[in-house]
């Protein structure tokens, strides 16, 4: 189901099967940094109010600072690059050290936060030890607020 994040809502969601009922997990990869804060905040509002309390999101995001000139260099810089031939350009962050904050506020508990530095601890060993992850990245994953074991934060 394609959305227009920017034009559309995933209300449409409905008109596919979506249960607000069951337990679901919502995979919302390699969209916010393109998108309007409100439209991240209508589709996190949408998962707040809609999915079941054992529900979570895991999406990703870029920190705020990547948006200025600090960062025109690498993933960034490339990034920045292909928007003359897609049209999107990076619009949205949030700043280093506010996501629990960011969340709190639009009805969710972070339950796992994980910089660059952590997906490469995790992820990139033995021949993979040397390649490097986009220190302006983060994959977060939380739940709604009223989900009773939200309070747990994991990091890797």
Not at 42 to 66: G, Q, W
Not at 76 to 101: C, D, H, N, P, Y
Not at 136 to 142: K, L, N, P, R, T
């Amino acid at each position: 189901m394609p959305v227009d994040f920017n034009e559309e809502t995933v209300d449409k969601l409905f008109n596919f099967g979506f249960d607000p009922s069951l337990q679901t997990l919502f995979i919302w990869e390699g969209a916010t940094y393109y998108l309007t804060a409100e439209a991240v905040d209508r589709t996190l509002s949408f998962v707040s109010k809609n999915a079941s309390p054992s529900s979570s999101i895991v999406f990703d995001y870029i920190y705020t600072s990547a948006l200025t000139t600090a960062h025109k260099r690498g993933e960034v810089a490339r990034l920045q690059r292909s928007q003359r031939i897609t049209g999107e350009g990076l619009t949205f962050g949030i700043e280093e050290g506010t996501t629990k904050a960011f969340l709190n506020a639009r009805g969710f508990k972070l339950i796992e936060h994980m910089t660059s530095q952590d997906l490469h601890r995790a992820y990139f060993k033995g021949n993979n030890q040397n390649r490097t992850v986009a220190e302006i990245y983060v994959i977060a994953q939380a739940r709604p607020d009223d989900y009773p074991g939200s309070n747990t934060i994991t990091v890797y």
